[in-house]
């Protein structure tokens, strides 16, 4: 069981490039989230999903854009990279709210742009 | 708005027991889960309260006062490999809303 499979691991952008950043589960969960998280911080939401062609905004959206075509996948596209998006990028998938409120979080991207 | 509150910062020595705190203020609740997360790595789930009182999972237990908004999770019986950052989540509707973390320093 693969769980929540996440790339690239690592990355160096140049600012201005843009990039996907990939994201798949197995679970068959409704629910998926993107993360990203700065040195020492917790964990801010860039767009989360609850099903196949929902979307929304989280926390830090701007200079970033998703899609859910199906239940499994859920890419965040970067568009014009700057230094300020230097982080590190979790995608963390989960069944339903209440007892099944389990995440369950993909390895994790480190971005670098310089 | 919505914002969670736990210390930035705990120290503890081996053996020990500890209590990490974490208050909640969100515009929805569905219950506080616990995460934990090894620097470097991803966070993991320890546990998660839906109901007021202590849910005991081994070493770890965590206790939930939806009265008081606020919740802990305390680690017994302290081993070297539980140093690590440990973050309380309201399971607010859609979302997971996150505290900032609580880097759990433990000392032989």
């Known amino acids: 069981n693969a769980g929540v499979t996440q790339t690239p691991k690592f990355r160096i952008l140049k600012i201005g490039q843009s990039m996907t950043l990939q994201c798949t589960q197995d679970m068959n969960h409704n629910y998926m989230y993107w993360y990203r998280q700065d040195p020492g911080m917790g964990l801010k939401l860039i767009y989360y999903s609850v099903g196949a062609g929902i979307t929304d905004k989280g926390e830090v959206p701007n200079g970033y854009n998703v899609s859910r075509s199906t239940t499994e996948d859920f890419p965040l596209r970067l568009e014009l990279a700057a230094p300020s998006q230097t982080s590190v990028y979790f995608c963390?998938?989960?069944?339903?709210?209440?007892?099944?409120?389990?995440?369950?979080f993909g390895q994790g991207t480190r971005l670098t742009v310089v | 708005g919505q914002s969670l509150e736990q210390p930035s910062e705990v120290t503890a020595v081996e053996g020990a027991i500890v209590q990490i705190n974490c208050t909640y203020q969100t515009s929805g609740f569905y219950g506080l889960s616990w995460y934990q997360q090894h620097d470097g790595g991803a966070p993991t789930f320890l546990s998660y309260?839906?109901l007021d009182g202590l849910e005991e999972t081994g070493r770890f237990s965590s206790f939930l006062s939806r009265s008081d908004s606020y919740g802990y999770l305390l680690l017994q019986e302290l081993q070297m490999k539980d140093s690590a950052s440990y973050f309380c989540?309201?399971?607010?509707?859609?979302?997971?809303?996150w505290g900032a973390g609580t880097k759990l320093i433990i000392k032989p």
């Open positions: 989540a309201v399971d607010s509707n859609y979302q997971l809303i």
């Open positions: 963390a998938s989960r069944k339903e709210r209440g007892q099944e409120t389990e995440a369950f």
């Open positions: 309260n839906a």
